[in-house]
Nanobody, 131 residues
Framework: QAQLQESGPGLVKASESLSLTCTVSGGSITTSPYYWSWIRQSPGKELEWIGVIHNSGGTVYNPSLKSRAAISRDTSKNQITLRLTAVSPEDTAQYYC???????????????????????WGQGTQVTVSS
């Protein structure tokens, strides 16, 4: 059974860039037919899908974050990285990586996250953006 572990800086200053890493163990990020998503949740808000990288390496982003988000992978380390530029206090959230075999069309359009699609989640990493 694969396991996901997020890691990151914890505290970031506004206007700076944020980089988070998801380390996958017990399975390869290149194994078909999996999607590896970054999802976040701010206090009092619903889960927000940030973007996804497919096992083939292709990426798709939430339209609202597309200009600031970039997802990449290091297959030698079995890691997936999220980079978010020009952060603000509104980016303060718990950030998760999660695996799924499908991605709902409404999610790709920036809609709500269907948690039933995801079979494995990391424990999350808290990011606080200071103003």
């Amino acid at each position: 059974q694969a396991q996901l572990q997020e890691s990151g800086p914890g505290l970031v200053k506004a206007s700076e860039s944020l980089s988070l890493t998801c380390t996958v163990s017990g399975g390869s990020i290149t194994t078909s037919p999996y999607y590896w998503s970054w999802i976040r949740q701010s206090p009092g808000k619903e889960l927000e899908w940030i973007g996804v990288i497919h096992n083939s390496g292709g990426t798709v982003y939430n339209p609202s974050l597309k200009s600031r988000a970039a997802i990449s992978r290091d297959t030698s380390k079995n890691q997936i990285t999220l980079r978010l530029t020009a952060v603000s206090p509104e980016d303060t959230a718990q950030y998760y990586c999660a695996r799924s075999k499908t991605i709902a069309a409404q999610t790709l359009m920036g809609g709500t996250v269907d948690q039933r699609e995801y079979d494995i989640w990391g424990q999350g990493t808290q990011v606080t953006v200071s103003s």
